[in-house]
């Protein structure tokens, strides 16, 4: 089973909402990551979580606040957004962070900020 | 500029014929994976290659890495419309560290016609 579970599908929030985005996985893996993405454009990484600590944060706004209460899942907290954040958030997972770096990717939240 | 050169960026094509996309870079890689996204979707990962000079088949999809693990090429014979969708390499490279991140090529948007 390699399935990243994301929820919800799609979120519209305003500028001044608070929200989050949720995400599972049961395979045991110990590496998870948020990625934003724009349309037709490659993933964008924003945060690693690395046995559950954050280990990568690439200088992402403080009005994205990850969090991982456990190793199987990973929450994505949003306040005071930008419509330009407006995009396709992916979650997801690896095995082993110094492994092979096989990543499974959930279906991705898509959020339009109004 | 980009670390990972993928091409061609757009490719439209009629069922049947045959297609190569390449990902180059300048820098040795442990390992690069394909992926294949569907409008609104995730990535999916089609295949991991490690080894120098390796060739992996998948039904009508060839994934080859190259001698030096510099480069990366994925030939689709006889396309169908259902091979349609955004293809994009990505790279592990060579460091230390506890949490290593992919470096994604900018994708390939492939349309197969019927």
């Known amino acids: 089973d390699t399935e990243v579970t994301q929820t919800p599908k799609h979120l519209v929030m305003g500028m001044t909402n608070k929200k989050s985005l949720k995400c599972e996985q049961h395979?045991?893996?110990?590496?998870m990551y948020w990625y934003k993405q724009k349309a037709k454009k490659p993933p964008e990484l924003m945060f690693v979580y690395s046995y559950e600590k954050l280990s990568i944060n690439e200088s992402v706004p403080s009005r994205f606040s990850p969090e991982c209460p456990n190793s199987s899942l990973l929450n994505l907290h949003l306040h005071a957004l930008q419509p330009e954040d407006s995009a396709l958030y992916l979650c997801?997972?690896?095995?082993?962070?110094?492994?092979?770096?096989?990543?499974?990717f959930g279906p991705g939240t898509r959020l339009t900020v109004t | 500029t980009q670390l990972l050169e993928q091409s061609p960026q757009f490719l439209s094509i009629q069922e049947g014929e045959n297609l190569t996309v390449y990902c180059n870079s300048s820098s040795v890689f442990s390992s690069l994976q394909w992926y294949r996204q569907e409008p609104g979707e995730g990535p999916v990962l089609l295949v991991t290659?490690?080894?120098?000079?390796e060739v992996k088949k998948l039904k009508r999809l060839t994934f080859q890495f190259g001698d030096a693990r510099k480069d990366s090429s994925l030939h689709i014979t006889a396309a169908q419309p259902g091979d349609t969708g955004l293809y994009l390499c990505a790279g592990a490279l060579f460091s230390s560290g506890s949490a290593r991140q992919l470096t994604f090529g900018s994708g390939t948007q492939l349309t197969v016609l019927p």
């Open positions: 997801a997972s690896s095995q082993d962070p110094g492994s092979t770096y096989e990543q499974y």
């Open positions: 290659v490690v080894t120098g000079g």
């Open positions: 395979m045991g893996h110990r590496a």
